[in-house]
Every structure is written in C-alpha cells, then in structure tokens.
Nanobody, 122 residues
C-alpha cells in the first residue's frame, strides 16, 4: 500500500535547526502537491508549508523566512528545513501528499504520514 514515512524530528534548543524528510512509497503514478502540517496539544492541525509538483511554494505567516520546503520528484520525497526554531514551533509535524494511483487515475487521493515530534526547548 502507499504510505508516507517521515523522519528528522527531535529535541532542539531555541534558535536551532532541524530538517524533516518525508518519502512516499508504494505503487504511485504521480504525486501532485505535497505539504507539511503541524498540530500542538489542544490545537488544530494547521498547514505549515506546501509545494506543487513544479516547485511553487506557500508558507504560513508564522514560519516565513525561517522554514524552507523543497522536494525531490525523482525520489518522491519532500523536505522541510527549519531554522531559527522557537518554542511555539513545538508540535507533531505531519507530511501530506496528493497522489494518483491505479485506483484513482483522474483525481488526487490525500495521504498522510504518521507524524514526527519536534520539541523546541531549552
């Protein structure tokens, strides 16, 4: 089955950096938009950044200038480089992708990773 596998989360001090990775596996015909979301305890899951197949990006205002999303289409992988981290960035980060498969040839199916915990604390 198709799945997203995330890595790179962990504990970092304020001002530090982390790089998250998310790789799609399985029989996939095409991956359109990919994105990163985050959810802190008691809060909604919000979009952090997204990137289209062609490389157009979008960022939440709270992370502009600090985070960078990128993708390697040949490896079906999306990255999130997080710099100048703040305590308020602490959350579980989830990878998302819109994919085409043999059972969904003409519309995107949304898939999600299991999440990776990012903790920013001194």
């Amino acid at each position: 089955q198709v799945q997203l596998v995330e890595s790179g989360g962990g504990l970092v001090q304020p001002g530090g950096s982390l790089r998250l990775s998310c790789a799609a596996s399985g029989i996939i015909l095409h991956i359109n938009e990919m994105g990163w979301y985050r959810q802190a305890p008691g809060r909604q899951r919000d979009l952090v950044a997204s990137i289209t197949f062609g490389g157009a990006t979008h960022y939440a205002d709270s992370v502009k200038g600090r985070f960078t999303i990128s993708r390697d289409n040949a490896k079906n992988t999306v990255f999130l480089q997080m710099n100048s981290l703040k305590p308020e960035d602490t959350a579980v980060y989830y990878c998302n992708a819109g994919i085409r498969t043999a059972t969904s040839l003409n519309r995107d199916v949304e898939i999600w990773g299991q999440g990776t915990l990012v903790t920013v604390s001194s």
